[in-house]
């Protein structure tokens, strides 16, 4: 039976990404180096933070966003500085603060729409193993020849931008489709119906290397034969 997979992708121009928020190095940073810099910097790293060496970039170096996140919280609750420490004014403040805010939400949106573009992204393993067990009702193997995801540079197997779909991949996807569907669409005669019963026998010892029972100990029993071939896949009760 002929399969068709529709991928479905944006065919519209790639809206132009809003402008990074600017004014870290000539406005942030100084004030940072002033305040800051001298728990959080070279010599020392309270809360092992280091500010001066940290990106501002927060598109490329996620990992400096959450850094960047949690040191708006702390401002926010005046937390930072300490009271020990010289405090910021209300100006650096709210130049600290504003440009945090902007950057990270700009960061925010960027990472939501991948810079405007927007991106087809395949299902996990997992994913397509739930998907095709709960379209087709048979919960059997789908995806035992399909490549493991490869993890991405935050350490999971979920992360969007490392499902990009591959040419191979999608050779992959359509095969255990097609599979699965030979097991689910039957055409022709009925299957023929196997019924076999195991009753629980109360001999439990072997004779003569005969078996005599079925119940071999508390944990081998219900042992028997069937005579007839069976299909090595389907439900068995």
């Known amino acids: 039976m002929p399969l068709l997979f529709m991928l479905c992708g944006s065919l519209f121009a790639k809206p132009e990404s809003p402008a990074a928020p600017g004014g870290y190095e000539d406005q942030v940073r100084p004030i940072l180096q002033a305040k800051c810099f001298g728990c959080h910097g070279e010599q020392k790293q309270k809360g092992k933070i280091r500010l ?6 927060l598109i490329k170096d996620v990992r400096s966003a959450e850094t960047w996140h949690d040191v708006r919280g702390v401002i926010n609750l005046g937390e930072m500085p ?14 600290v603060l504003d440009w945090l805010n902007a950057t990270i939400e700009h960061a925010h949106k960027v990472h ?7 991106v087809l992204r395949r299902l996990t393993r997992d994913q397509y193993q739930n998907t095709m067990r709960d379209l087709l009702g048979l919960d059997i193997n789908h995806i035992q020849d399909i490549p ?3 993890m991405s540079p935050d350490g ?8 990009q779909m ?5 050779e ?9 569907l030979d097991k689910a669409i039957v055409t022709g005669p009925q299957p023929k119906m196997f019924h076999h019963t195991f009753k629980e026998s109360s001999k439990v ?3 003569s290397g005969e078996i005599a029972g079925n119940r071999l100990g508390p944990k081998v029993r219900f042992i028997g034969r069937i005579k007839d071939d069976y299909p090595d896949e389907g439900p068995f009760e």
């Not at 939501?112 to 927007?118: A, D, E, P, T």
């Not at 996807?173 to 097609?178: D, G, L, P």
């Open 112 to 118: 939501q729409s991948k810079g405007g573009q927007v």
């Open 156 to 163: 999971l197997r979920n992360n969007g931008s490392s499902l």
């Open 172 to 180: 992959h996807y359509i095969k255990a489709a097609r599979d699965a």
């Open 205 to 207: 010892r072997m004779e």
């Open 52 to 57: 001066d060496t940290l990106s501002s970039d």
């Open 82 to 95: 300490p009271d020990d420490e010289e405090d910021l004014t209300a100006e650096e403040r709210k130049i």
């Open 148 to 150: 493991r995801d490869p």
């Open 166 to 170: 591959t040419g191979e991949q999608m």
